[in-house]
């Protein structure tokens, strides 16, 4: 089992930045991957960024040019860098991890861009 704890959502205006956390846990094995996804309300999850451990990251249309992710190696931390934030990135985003036991999720952190 892995442990996943998220941290630095919050409020931001247009245009603003934030950057989120999340530190692995427990039963690590490799290879594995990382990554962010998120859900607005109404619709479905979608990935937003991946990494694995050999840092090959992964960025979706949506993210590409405004976030960055970014992840310490041997130390199972990733970040999102997010700038340039808009309403519509408006979500609750979930930190993952997938092993060969299948996905872990983390419980999700709030971000919400309004003025």
């Known amino acids: 089992q892995v442990h996943l704890v998220e941290s630095g959502g919050g409020f931001v205006q247009p245009g603003g930045s934030l950057r989120l956390s999340c530190a692995a846990s427990?039963?690590?094995?490799?290879?594995?991957?990382m990554g962010w996804y998120r859900q607005a309300a109404g619709k479905e999850r979608e990935v937003v960024a991946t990494?694995?451990?050999?840092?090959?990251?992964y960025m979706s249309g949506s993210a590409k040019g405004r976030f960055t992710i970014s992840r310490e190696h041997g130390k199972n931390t990733v970040y999102l860098q997010m700038n340039d934030l808009k309403p519509d990135d408006t979500a609750v985003y979930y930190c993952?991890?997938?092993?060969?036991?299948?996905?872990?999720w983390g419980q999700g952190t709030q971000v919400i861009v309004s003025t």
């Open positions: 990494i694995d451990d050999y840092l090959i990251p």
């Open positions: 427990g039963s690590i094995d490799t290879p594995n991957l």
């Open positions: 993952s991890f997938s092993g060969k036991t299948g996905v872990q």
